[in-house]
């Protein structure tokens, strides 16, 4: 009588012989020359979602079909394995190498799409190097461009959109990186640049804030034959941060920063006036 446990060993045995036997015909299957062998056994994988030893068949009997009817599918589901098998970088590669030599394909558009959602998929957190993230608003622009009337596009502007927001984030906390290091004239900067670069922002409100705040502080810690002109610049910010968010919740402490930037500046031309008087 067998028992469950038999069963379960038996079970696993034939698992087991299936896996033996199936990596040995996979073996004998790469030492062949016979490609259109290998060609059909490589879509037969990929269909099993095998896609590692898809793409090595596939790149195995690339050459042999280059020029013929065949290459345009074969290179169909050689770049659709890598990205089936997670490897976007080199997925994004072959979409993009396909569109560029089978332009007319029926698949050419759902592979240019394809290309910049690979380099979507890449782009790491806003706290890392957007290099992937630039390049896959670069590749899905490109698509709508291309494409502009695709059931597609709206899928394209929502993940640009995301990735936008994923460097403005950036370059938001470049800027507060920069204050917390007391590193001000370069904080103010960055946010001055912030603020152009996305008028948009929802953090616009505390980008012109810290802007006053980083040039009063470079102006306070400068040497005082800088400050007056530093100050003007805190100064001119206050202005344009009172203009945009005149009930700013932090408008009282701007207005501290402001009016002693005031007085200091009334202090330097009331000196340099009494000292060109006499």
């Known amino acids: 009588m067998l028992t469950i446990k038999k069963i379960r060993n038996i079970s696993?045995?034939?698992?087991?012989?299936?896996?033996?036997?199936?990596?040995?015909?996979?073996?004998?299957?790469?030492?062949?020359?016979?490609?259109?062998?290998?060609?059909?056994?490589?879509?037969?994988?990929?269909?099993?979602?095998?896609?590692?030893?898809?793409?090595?068949?596939?790149?195995?009997?690339?050459?042999?079909?280059?020029?013929?009817?065949?290459?345009?599918?074969?290179?169909?589901?050689?770049?659709?394995?890598h990205f089936r098998n997670g490897?976007?970088?080199?997925?994004?590669?072959?979409?993009?190498?396909?569109?560029?030599?089978?332009?007319?394909?029926?698949?050419?558009?759902?592979?240019?799409?394809?290309?910049?959602?690979?380099?979507?998929?890449?782009?790491?957190?806003?706290?890392?190097?957007?290099?992937?993230?630039?390049?896959?608003?670069?590749?899905?622009?490109?698509?709508?461009?291309?494409?502009?009337?695709?059931?597609?596009?709206?899928?394209?502007?929502?993940?640009?959109?995301?990735?936008?927001?994923?460097?403005?984030?950036?370059?938001?906390?470049?800027?507060k990186m920069y204050y917390n290091i007391s590193d001000y004239q370069a904080a103010a900067t960055t946010f001055e640049t912030y603020i152009k670069d996305y008028p948009d922002s929802e953090y616009r409100e505390e980008a012109m804030f810290l802007t006053v705040k980083a040039y009063y502080e470079f102006a306070y810690r400068s040497v005082p034959q800088r400050q007056e002109e530093r100050y003007e610049k805190a100064v001119e910010a206050f202005y344009a941060f009172e203009s945009r968010f005149p009930d700013s919740p932090k408008m009282d402490e701007a207005r501290n920063m402001y009016e002693h930037a005031s007085d200091a500046i009334d202090g330097f031309r009331e000196r340099r006036e009494l000292t060109e008087s006499n």
Do not use: W
């Not at 062949?32 to 793409?55: F, P, Q, T, V």
């Not at 997925?91 to 290309?115: D, G, I, Q, R, T």
């Open 12 to 81: 696993g045995f034939i698992l087991l012989l299936l896996l033996v036997m199936g990596c040995s015909q996979y073996q004998r299957l790469l030492q062949s020359d016979d490609y259109e062998l290998k060609y059909e056994k490589a879509i037969e994988y990929y269909e099993d979602e095998e896609y590692g030893r898809a793409i090595t068949l596939l790149s195995d009997v690339m050459p042999a079909y280059r020029g013929t009817a065949e290459a345009e599918r074969i290179n169909y589901y050689y770049a659709k394995a």
């Open 87 to 175: 490897e976007y970088m080199l997925a994004s590669h072959y979409f993009k190498s396909f569109v560029e030599a089978y332009p007319n394909s029926e698949h050419a558009e759902e592979f240019l799409f394809l290309s910049g959602y690979c380099q979507y998929l890449e782009s790491p957190r806003y706290s890392l190097d957007q290099t992937s993230t630039r390049q896959a608003i670069r590749e899905l622009q490109s698509f709508i461009n291309r494409y502009p009337n695709s059931d597609r596009v709206a899928d394209a502007n929502e993940l640009i959109d995301e990735l936008r927001y994923k460097l403005e984030k950036k370059h938001f906390e470049i800027g």
